[in-house]
């Protein structure tokens, strides 16, 4: 999505609405597969404050990952803010002003949302609150009914204690 900030640019105070799709490509972050199903919707607006554009928007759709416990695919909302500078690349900014630098007239926002994507994104997402999880043993999915192993869970801090106290019986 490319919004023209060319009314703007040079007027104070100025002030356009974006309203539009970001095309999402899948991203695998920190070991999480996320998949974007549909176009993130972005509504806000590109404001000139006189020493550079803020870009406030809000970014809502869905996406597609795994549940960190039973690994089953989940639907999940995707609701985020934007929250940026941005100003023209004229030599005079340099990039560790924290402003997102453009050419010419016109801002691709697609890298900005993914990247707030990934800043905003939890990692950790569960199928539901009591998520039974895969079995440790087998691997069966907990949540379609007991497999029959033993789902004695010993931490293994506790685990060599209980082997000495195995040993003295
Ligand atoms: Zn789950
Ligand atoms: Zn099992």
């Not at 899948?26 to 597969?33: K, V």
Request: overall charge negative; aromatic content about 4%; charged content about 30%.
């Amino acid at each position: 999505m490319t919004i023209d900030v060319s009314t703007i640019l040079k007027e104070l105070g100025g002030k356009i609405d974006i309203n539009g799709d970001v095309e999402m490509s899948d991203t695998d972050f920190l070991g999480e597969m996320y998949h974007f199903n549909e176009p993130v919707k972005v509504s806000g607006s590109v404001s000139n404050n006189g020493k550079s554009l803020i870009l406030k928007a809000n970014c809502t759709g869905h996406m597609t990952t795994q549940c960190a416990r039973c690994m089953k695919d989940i639907v999940v909302d995707i609701d985020f803010d934007i929250d940026e500078n941005l100003a023209q690349d004229d030599g005079s900014v340099s990039s560790d002003d924290d402003v997102i630098l453009f050419e010419d007239v016109k801002i691709d926002i697609d890298d900005i949302v993914a990247n707030n994507f990934l800043m905003n994104v939890e990692g950790k997402y569960l199928c539901s609150e009591d998520c039974k999880g895969l079995c440790q043993h087998c691997g069966a999915d907990l949540n379609e009914g007991d497999c029959g192993c033993s789902q004695e869970n010993i931490d293994p801090r506790w685990a060599a204690l209980v082997d000495i106290m195995e040993k003295d019986k």
